[in-house]
């Protein structure tokens, strides 16, 4: 009767224990790879989530109120302008006039300087060819005159360039020219007939660069990590099959609502391309904070030691020195870094650790 129930109890008893230690092996290898991390995978999955919507960049141009007379354009819409380019000027009849009288007056000038050098050229070749003394004194005394009458000419074309450049002068602070590099993508007509009202609240102009970009913004801690020329990748938010590259450009320091309990800090990403994107479109964004030589890594897996002696001799001031546990198979060793900053629990590594690496957390 014994050997009916024994048997079968030990079994069960077997399988149990052997149950018990197979989940009690995957609970550890799991506790061990909550307590690893390869460095490759670090890179390829240490993102920054964040939510941003697409922007382009776009100069308005105003006009000045109250004017007597519509703006004078320069450019069409879809021209492309270079930085620099005049736009428009701002209309002055009387300093046109003026503009134009000068210009006449310099080519008249220009013409009697090329008149009288001819005279001269001319009787000079008569001098060349007589001999008697009084028609040579008759040549020099008309020579002389020719001369006088010469630079005059000169001086009166001097006075006259200087006062078109300073007519070009007040003429190009009325001409708005092009901030940057684009294309013209608005021309309002209608606002520019408004060139007597008060109050502009359209541009008559608009330009853009034709240069897509990601906009959002990002939470206290967030910003601790955020750095110009880390690589991001984002997904329309109804879209999501396609991918869009890109890369920050700039962050804000100071949040753009400062008294709020949860700041914001905003950042910009331009893009490697745009296409299916319009202005306004909403992205989720994923920032990559972790590549070669700019591993961020949880402050258990980092050790730091403050080192106060070195070759058995006191430093004058104590150095910090920081060490992760390399895996090499079954055995763990400890070894140094280099760390750059330290935020909101995680260390910067900028040394000593390689894509190929696997690290495990100190105790």
């Keep these: 009767m014994k050997n009916k129930w024994f048997l079968p109890v030990v079994l069960s008893l077997i399988v149990l224990a052997l149950v018990l230690a197979s989940v009690i092996f995957l609970y550890l290898k799991e506790q061990d790879k909550k307590n690893t991390i390869e460095i490759d995978e670090r890179i390829k999955t240490h993102v920054l989530n964040v939510d941003g919507k697409v922007k382009l960049n776009l100069s308005n141009y105003f006009q000045e109120g109250e004017q007597k007379e519509a703006v004078q354009m320069h450019v069409e819409l879809g021209d492309t302008v270079q930085k620099g380019d005049p736009l428009f000027t701002y209309n002055d009849e009387a300093l046109f006039s003026k503009e134009k009288e000068v210009g006449l007056s310099l080519d008249n000038k220009m013409i009697e300087k090329d008149q009288i050098e001819g005279q001269i050229l001319a009787m000079e070749m008569v001098q060349s060819d007589t001999s008697s003394q009084n028609k040579l004194d008759e040549i020099e005394a008309q020579l002389n005159w020719l001369d006088s009458e010469l630079s005059k000419a000169e001086n009166n074309i001097d006075i006259l360039k200087e006062k078109q450049t300073q007519i070009s002068g007040k003429i190009d602070d009325l001409t708005v020219k092009a901030s940057t590099d684009g294309r ?105 904070l972790s590549y070669k030589d700019h591993i961020w890594l949880p402050e258990r897996y980092v050790k730091k030691k403050l080192i106060t002696h070195k070759n058995k001799k006191k430093l004058a001031h104590p150095v910090k020195e920081y060490y992760v546990n390399k895996i090499y198979g079954d055995q763990v060793n400890e070894e140094k870094v280099k760390v750059k900053r330290f935020a909101n629990g995680q260390y910067l590594v900028v040394e000593g650790l390689s894509s190929i690496d696997a690290i495990k957390a100190f105790k």
């Design 184 to 288: 013209v993508v608005k021309l309002d007509k209608a606002q520019i007939e408004k060139f007597s009202e008060k109050a502009q609240t359209k541009p008559i102009l608009v330009v853009t660069d034709k240069k897509y970009f990601v906009e959002g913004t990002t939470s206290r801690k967030q910003i601790d990590f955020l750095e110009e020329g880390l690589k991001f990748d984002a997904k329309h938010v109804q879209n999501k099959d396609k991918l869009y590259n890109g890369t920050v450009d700039t962050y804000e320091e100071v949040a753009v609502n400062p008294e709020s309990n949860t700041q914001r800090f905003l950042y910009q990403g331009s893009l490697d391309h745009h296409k299916d994107l319009y202005v306004g479109d909403k992205m989720k964004v994923k920032i990559h």
